[in-house]
């Protein structure tokens, strides 16, 4: 009998023995946070994996967001995108910066590069973009007009873990000025409650590590207003050892959407994205589109249908930041100037997708949308 529900995500668990071996040496030497060794060891680790050049670990994703802002004393505007989860934009209004919603472009879901240019102002500093669902945004393009305007980028990569693009399999995360990463358990990697930020060079890590402990630089010495954002040792540790999984659990997830995109290719109304070419994917999330019309029933209506059965999709982004109280007013969040984000917000369902789906689970997804 299987009417038990399945969840959109699943965390990866570290195994409990190791776990709690690991535990025993924090215990033993009684070092459980401030840049103890596990911190160092996950930083580490962490930087070979992705193959960047610099981590810097944090006790969630959003402070990386707020944290990047500061480091690069960002202010006035910043463009960017409507489709993602509200931290994005937060961590502008934390910083007292104006974000200026830019459309997406429907076949990836991101920002659209050509959309950018017309909503730069005289106050513009910075493009924060997202890589949403962890499909890699148009990097060159986006790069190409901050150069050309002299802004900085700043790319909310918290889907991003592992991705990898081009000839040269690049990590994503070595683009733009900073990248951040979310470790929350619903994410393809977890440290339960984490985060992290990425820099090209030893003077910015070394920077925003002050930045995440109150900017002390020394026992006396404080350099800027920090705040403390900190990773401690025993989600550190949790990290080495989810670490050693994640490429089995990434595998676990491809075979996933190779299941659904057989099952589900050919339906009329249903359309998802297939991988792109040259892109190393993390299949962090598998989004549908409902097109009512097409399909017979709504979004809506199929999502609670879903519900019904057990399978418990979410509407990843639904609604959009833009529609949201706080930013509601802004000119840019005017529905008129974002039509391509509200079609996507209307027409998706993110399916269950994590490592540990059993066949039986993927058939009983499959057969709520079959029709
Ligand atoms: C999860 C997420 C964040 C925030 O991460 P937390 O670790 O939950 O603070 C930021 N941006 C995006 C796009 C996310 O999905």
Redesign the pocket.
Known sequence: MGNNPITVTSPLLPDLGEFHSLLQEIWDSKWITNNGSFHHRLEEALAEYLDVPYVSLFT????P?ITALQALRITGEVITTPY??V??TH?LWWNGIKPVFVDIDLSTGNIDPNRIESAVTSRTTAIMP?H?YGKPCDVDSIQQIADKYGLRVIY?A??AFGVKIGAGATSILNYGDLS?L???A??VFNTI???AMIMHDEKTKQRIDYLKNFGFANETTVVAPGINSKMDEIRAAYGLLNLRKVDQAIEARHQVAIRYRQALRGIDGITFFDDMPGVKHNYSYFPIFVDAQQYGITRDELYFKMREQGVLGRR?FYPLISEFSTYRGLESARPENLPNAHRMASSVICLPMHHALSEEDIQRVINCIVR
């Open positions: 969630n994703g959003t402070l967001l993602s989860f931290a994005t961590s997202v949403v909310d918290a889907h951040t979310s470790f929350h619903t994410k409650e984490g985060g990843y």
